[in-house]
C-alpha cells in the first residue's frame, strides 16, 4: 500500500503551504481589523479580495471541483491534504482559494445538474468568484435530518412556479454577494415515493418575496466570514419554470449528490483545524508555567498532546480511505466510510479543541486565539449536513443487515 502523495498533489501543497504562510495567517488579524471597519458586518473586508485575486494568481483556484471542465480536475484523493491544510484558517483559505462552503457544493450541483442556460446565467460567476450563494434545505418547523419532512412548497403556475416556505440556518445568505439560493421543497406532497416529492429550483436573490430576515448565530457568533446562517423567508415567490434544476422529483437524489463530497470536504478540513490546535497548544505548553514548572511537563497535558496526535493519524487515513473509495467506486460505495468519518471527525475534533482551550486557560476562551471560534465550527458540524445520530443509525443499520 503505497501512502505517498503523487507528484501534482506534492507540488500544490507546497504552493499552498507558502500561499498559507505568505498570505493567509498574516491576513487573519487585518481581515477582523477591516471588518470592524465596515459599514455593515456583512460586507466583505479589502483583504479577502486580495486573497483571492493571489491565490487565483498562484493557480490555487476552485481546487474542489474534479470536472476538469470547471474545476481544478483533481481526484478527492488529490483534494483531500489541501483541503486540509485551508481548515488551518477555515475563516480564510477556503474562501480565498474558492472552496468555501456553500457555493462548492451549489457549484457542484450546477456542474452536474443545471442545464446550460443555468450554468451560463449562474455556475460560471461563481467559478470565478464574482458572487456567493446559499442552499436553502433546513427547516425551523420540522426535524430537516428527515429530507421527507420539508414543508416548503414549490407549485407550478402555468409558465412560472411559486414558492411558499421558511427556512434557517442558510449559510452565506446574509452576504450582500449572494446572488442566487438553491431551494429544496415539494412539487408533489402527496406522492407514494416520498423520496420523489421534492425538488430543485433556482431563486435568485431579489425575486420579489424572498425576505432574509435575520441572522442566525452559532453559539454567539454570527459567521461573517460565510457570510452568515439566516432565516429566510420565501412569501409567494414566483420564478419561471425553466429555473427548476433537473426535473420534478429529483431534488432528493441531487441533495444526497452534493452532501457527499460536501461531508469529506468538512472533515478535510477539521483535520486542519485539529492540527492548528495541537501547534497552538503545544506552544501554549512550553511558554507558560504553572507550579514551578512548564505546562508541557504537566503530565495531563502531555496525555492530551499524545491523544491528540494519535487521534489525527488515524482520522487521516481514514479520510483518505474515504477520498480513495469515492474515486475509485463512487460515493454510494464509499457509503459506510464517508458515514464514519462525519461521525468520527466532529467528535474528536471537539475533544481536541477543548482540550486545547484547556491548556490556554482564560485565553482559550478569548478573541485572542482563534480556539474558541474553531471549536464552535467544529461542534456545529455534528449536526451540519446531517446529525451525528442519522449516520450512526444507518450505519448500525448497514452493519446489521449481514446478520439478520
Not at 480565498?96 to 450546477?110: I, R, S, Y
Not at 514551578?292 to 496525555?303: D, E, R, S, Y
Not at 466510510?337 to 467528535?347: D, L, Y
Amino acid at each position: 500500500m503505497d501512502f505517498a502523495f503523487d507528484a501534482r498533489t506534492e507540488e500544490l501543497r507546497a504552493r499552498l503551504l507558502a500561499f498559507m504562510d505568505e498570505h493567509v495567517y498574516p491576513a487573519e488579524q487585518i481581515e477582523h481589523e477591516q471588518r470592524a471597519q465596515l459599514a455593515s458586518p456583512w460586507d466583505t473586508p479589502a483583504i479577502i479580495e486580495e486573497l483571492k485575486a493571489e491565490a487565483r494568481k498562484q493557480g490555487l483556484w476552485n481546487l474542489f471541483l474534479p470536472d476538469s471542465e470547471h474545476g481544478a480536475g483533481l481526484t478527492n484523493l488529490q483534494y483531500a491534504p489541501l483541503a486540509e491544510i485551508t481548515g488551518r484558517s477555515p475563516n480564510l483559505a477556503p474562501t480565498a482559494l474558492n472552496c468555501a462552503a456553500p457555493d462548492t457544493g451549489n457549484m457542484e450541483v450546477l456542474a452536474q445538474f443545471a442545464d446550460d442556460e443555468q450554468k451560463k446565467q449562474w455556475l460560471e460567476p461563481l467559478l470565478a468568484g464574482e458572487i456567493r450563494s446559499a442552499f436553502a434545505m433546513t427547516e425551523p418547523e420540522v426535524a430537516s435530518s428527515d429530507a421527507t419532512n420539508i414543508r416548503t412548497r414549490i407549485e407550478r403556475d402555468g409558465d412560472d412556479y411559486v414558492i411558499n416556505g421558511r427556512k434557517w440556518y442558510i449559510s452565506g445568505a446574509m452576504n450582500p454577494n449572494c446572488r442566487i439560493f438553491i431551494v429544496m421543497g415539494k412539487t408533489d406532497p402527496d406522492g407514494e415515493d416520498v423520496r420523489r416529492q421534492q425538488s430543485m429550483i433556482l431563486v435568485p436573490r431579489d425575486t420579489p418575496g424572498v425576505e432574509v430576515r435575520r441572522a442566525m448565530q452559532v453559539y454567539g457568533y454570527e459567521d461573517h466570514s460565510h457570510g452568515g446562517h439566516a432565516e429566510v423567508v420565501f412569501h409567494d415567490v414566483r420564478v419561471p419554470a425553466s429555473n427548476l434544476i433537473d426535473e420534478e422529483g429529483s431534488g432528493f437524489a441531487i441533495a444526497q449528490a452534493r452532501l457527499g463530497p460536501g461531508r469529506i470536504h468538512h472533515c478535510m478540513r477539521l483535520i486542519g483545524m485539529a492540527e492548528r490546535a495541537i501547534e497552538l497548544m503545544c506552544r501554549r505548553a512550553v511558554s507558560r508555567e504553572a507550579f514551578g514548572k512548564a505546562i508541557a511537563q504537566q503530565g495531563v497535558v502531555q496525555n492530551w498532546i499524545a491523544d491528540a496526535r494519535v487521534t489525527v493519524e488515524q482520522l487521516r487515513l481514514l479520510v483518505l480511505k474515504t477520498a480513495w473509495l469515492m474515486d475509485t467506486v463512487g460515493n454510494r460505495g464509499a457509503h459506510t466510510e464517508i458515514q464514519a468519518i462525519k461521525i468520527a471527525t466532529p467528535r474528536a475534533v471537539v475533544d481536541i479543541l477543548d482540550k486545547a482551550v484547556q491548556v490556554h486557560g482564560a485565553g482559550g476562551v478569548s478573541q485572542d486565539f482563534p480556539l474558541a471560534e474553531l471549536w464552535a465550527a467544529a461542534r456545529t458540524l455534528k449536526l451540519a449536513d446531517g446529525p451525528d445520530e442519522v449516520h450512526q443509525r444507518s450505519l448500525a443499520r448497514r452493519e446489521l443487515k449481514r446478520y439478520v
